[in-house]
């Protein structure tokens, strides 16, 4: 089948920077888009970047500027990089990827990883 593994959160005071990565393995014939979440406590799942199979980006108001999201196809993974923390972006960031399975079943399915925590503080 298909694993996402998350790595690359962390504790880090506001202003500092972490960069997540998630990779893909498994039986996949295409990744469609690659999408980061986040969930603080208390609070629903947001989502925070998303990039297309094309490259084409989209960032929540809270996040523009500060955070960027890139792929790799070739190693199927996608990254967060996350710069100028504030204590509101503390929370479990999980990354999301659609992918499309190889013949004979091509079908699309969205899976998640396990989650990191990032946290943000003193």
């Known amino acids: 089948q298909v694993q996402l593994v998350e790595s690359g959160g962390g504790l880090v005071q506001p202003g500092g920077s972490l960069r997540l990565s998630c990779a893909a393995s498994g039986r996949i014939f295409r990744i469609n888009a690659m999408t980061w979440y986040r969930q603080a406590p208390g609070k629903q799942r947001e989502l925070v970047a998303s990039?297309?199979?094309?490259?084409?980006?989209n960032y929540a108001d809270s996040v523009k500027g500060r955070f960027t999201i890139s792929r790799d196809n070739a190693e199927k993974t996608v990254y967060l990089q996350m710069n100028n923390l504030k204590p509101e972006d503390t929370a479990v960031y999980y990354c999301?990827?659609?992918?499309?399975?190889?013949?004979?079943?091509?079908?699309?399915?969205?899976?998640w990883g396990q989650g990191t925590q990032v946290t943000v503080g003193q």
């Open positions: 999301n990827v659609n992918i499309q399975m190889p013949l004979p079943s091509l079908r699309i399915n969205d899976y």
């Open positions: 990039i297309t199979s094309g490259g084409n980006t």
